[in-house]
């Protein structure tokens, strides 16, 4: 039988989740971010599409949705980073009765604002919300989407179908929006109550209609707790900007390799920068020209720069899925990923320069970078051998809005030249 | 005569690592021995059973060497003195 190898977490600690195929891993550094130890496996054998961390109210408590083909989908906690989780006898998820309708997957799990401590929020397949009250005891389904007139019309992607992103609204409003792949974007302003489908302007590339009131396979949305109302989405083709909560989309792919992709992730000190991962196309769904590079926009779509140092740029045929990237809340920020063939890669200076901080995992599913306490109070170290060049880009990597200079002009260049855009319709 | 339900590893920490679980009630059918197991270990229920009450796609539960699936699903009757066999399929492998 594995062994779970279990890590010592401290306040002030970057802990990297990783849910695979096989289980869930931690990654643990402190806040330079350049040494990592592993532990795990956790919940071995089981494939981990969600995990959260909650601290609100002084918990240092893990979820974790893991699940197997044989015996279900569960939600499970730890308060110990890993030593002991829970084993529910019951599920706390379960369709009730009269729906007729059994869980397939958790897809994911987001505590809510924090202001309201004990709610959380539980997105699954098929495509579904669960609500928390009392701090995750006890779900219950959230009938307004569940008896949405579009539900049953409803398609599943790839993936199947799933509620898999959920933004709780950080400025006190009483506005949860959903994404559902394969419906779009969803969005409630009465808690829930009602909803109200919100794509206009996104396209459905395989579609005969190409914009659809719903039917949208969107990947995933972000958005910034300053500026709530901005929401960036990556879509099965297509980036897009909202600026108005998501009643209206624009179109902000300028200068990606593709404009296909899954991952996406908001920068936490800046509402103008994006991290992306572009995928090759959906019918061959690798890093375009086998090169692994991130994406970032710090103007808010207008222009996108690769991230490519210390990424391989030769023969690698990765790729990344919805969840499979995050960021933590440290100044400068830390950006990671894993990879389907079970690398997970971190940036501890905003994306400036990347390194392999695990090799040879099972398949990544999700990744949750998170910073133990209260990161405002985490003093970030000097790297200790930077050299001059790169000490001075890590400086400008902290200072993530940037408006014009050489790469503007450059991904000006490339959006003349066509982008994703073109390629797409090739 | 008592009925033996031979419990698989994966939920053995639902019946305080018991093997096998003995029903002692006489129960008439597959459905009757195993609300009586779920009564006794409930956390056994969830992991074996749908929310709409059907046995998971890639469980199996034999009585004697016969699959339930065709013999008459929960309402399988139970001879006296028969066993019950909880496995997990060896269906169920994930594509991704």
């Known amino acids: 039988m594995v062994e779970t190898r279990q890590l010592s977490v401290k306040n002030g600690d970057v802990l990297v989740l990783v849910g695979t195929m096989k289980g869930t891993f931690m990654l643990r550094s402190n806040a330079a971010r350049s040494r990592w130890e592993m532990g795990g496996p956790h919940h071995p054998g089981h494939a981990v599409y969600a995990l959260a961390f909650d601290q609100r109210e002084g918990r240092r408590r893990i979820w974790a949705g893991p699940g197997t083909e044989h015996w279900g989908s569960m939600l499970s906690s730890s308060d110990d980073f890993g030593h002991t989780w829970t084993k529910p006898e019951s599920a706390l998820i379960r369709f009730p009765e009269d729906t007729g309708t059994n869980l397939k997957r958790i897809w994911q799990i987001r505590p809510g604002p924090v202001d309201e401590p004990q709610t959380l929020y539980c997105g699954v397949e098929p495509a579904a919300l669960f609500e928390s009250l009392d701090g995750g005891e006890s779900w219950s389904l959230m009938r307004g989407l569940w008896n949405h007139p579009h539900r049953e019309k409803w398609m599943p992607g790839g993936g199947g179908l799933c509620l898999h992103t959920i933004l709780p609204d950080p400025a006190g409003r009483p506005r949860l929006t959903v994404a559902v792949s394969a419906a779009g974007v969803y969005r409630s302003d009465d808690g829930g109550h009602t909803w109200q489908v919100r794509n206009h302007g996104v396209r459905a590339e395989f579609l005969p209609d190409k914009y659809p009131e719903f039917g949208q396979c969107v990947h995933k949305i972000v958005h910034h707790p300053s500026n709530p109302d901005r929401l960036f989405l990556q879509n099965h083709w297509g980036l897009y900007r909202s600026d108005n909560g998501g009643d209206s989309w624009k179109d902000i792919a300028n200068g990606v390799p593709s404009d296909f992709g899954f991952a996406m992730s908001m920068h936490p000190h800046d509402p103008d920068t994006v991290y992306i991962l572009p995928i090759e196309s959906d019918l061959f769904r690798c890093t375009p020209d086998a090169r692994l590079r991130v994406y970032r926009t710090r103007d808010g779509g207008a222009s996108w720069e690769s991230l490519e140092n210390g990424l391989p740029q030769k023969d690698a045929f990765e790729t990344v899925l919805r969840d499979g990237m995050d960021v933590d809340r440290l100044n400068p920020a830390g950006v990671y990923f894993g990879t389907r063939s079970g690398q997970v890669w971190a940036s501890p200076n905003g994306g400036h320069s990347w390194s392999a901080i695990a090799a040879g995992l099972p398949p990544v599913l999700c990744v949750r970078a998170v910073v133990v306490g209260d990161p405002s109070k985490v003093r970030v170290p000097k790297p200790a051998k930077a050299k001059r060049a790169s000490a001075s880009s890590a400086k400008r990597a902290a200072k993530p809005k940037r408006v014009g200079g050489a790469k503007a002009k450059h991904a000006t260049k490339q959006k003349r030249a066509g982008g994703a855009k073109a390629r797409k319709r090739k | ?96």
């Open chain 2, 1 to 96: 005569m008592s009925v033996l339900v031979h419990i698989p590893g994966y939920l053995r920490d639902f019946t305080g690592h018991l093997t096998r679980v003995s029903l002692d009630e006489g129960p008439r059918t597959v459905r009757e021995a195993l609300q009586e197991l779920w009564t006794r270990h409930p956390g056994v229920r969830d992991r074996v059973m749908t929310e709409t009450g059907e046995v998971r796609l890639h469980v199996n539960v034999f009585v004697g060497g016969e699959s339930i699936r065709w013999t008459g699903g929960l309402d399988t009757p139970l001879p006296s003195g028969a066993e019950i066999s909880i496995v997990p399929a060896v269906s169920g492998g994930s594509r991704r």
